[in-house]
């Protein structure tokens, strides 16, 4: 069983390119985007940069502000491998991500990978870590770990 890292990304781009990549199958959201054919670990990895293919629990297309915007877990890490690679096919890509077993959180930002380990209040005090406790409750989680470990 994998450890899951909770993913929020937004892409910007063309909407008809946009709506396709909304209308996926079941737990086929990245081969509907970068088609790798039939599963093999390496080539997921090195495709999308993560173990399995993921089946959003959010995903909603603003056609007026041209952004599709999803959130899902993926195993292990976050997709950068697939991020990088719409981002080469011109799409603009904000997304932050979180892995509570490992311990690390970051933010990707139009093909910038901003990855952290350390989670002490000067990081709570920067605008990554603000917007990455924002999104995923990370120093909570912390304080829960601390009050189960006492």
């Given amino acids: 069983m994998p450890n899951w890292c909770q993913n929020n990304l937004d892409i910007e781009g063309d909407v008809e390119q946009l709506r396709q990549f909304a209308e996926y199958k079941e737990s086929k959201f990245f081969e509907n985007i970068l088609p790798l ?71 990707y930002s139009d093909g910038e990978n901003r990855e952290y380990s350390e989670f002490d209040d000067e990081f709570f005090e920067t605008s990554d870590g603000e917007e990455l406790d924002g999104c995923f409750g990370i120093r909570e989680d912390f304080e829960d770990w601390d009050d189960e470990d006492e």
Avoid: R
């Fill in 37 to 107: 054919g039939e599963w093999e670990y390496d080539k997921s990895l090195e495709g999308w940069g993560t173990k399995w293919d993921v089946d959003p629990h959010h995903c909603e297309l603003d056609e007026d502000s041209g952004v599709l915007s999803v959130a899902f877990d993926s195993a292990w890490a976050p997709p950068i491998n697939l991020y990088n690679y719409l981002q080469s096919k011109g799409f603009s890509l904000y997304a932050t991500y979180y892995e509570p077993g490992m311990g690390f959180a970051g933010v």
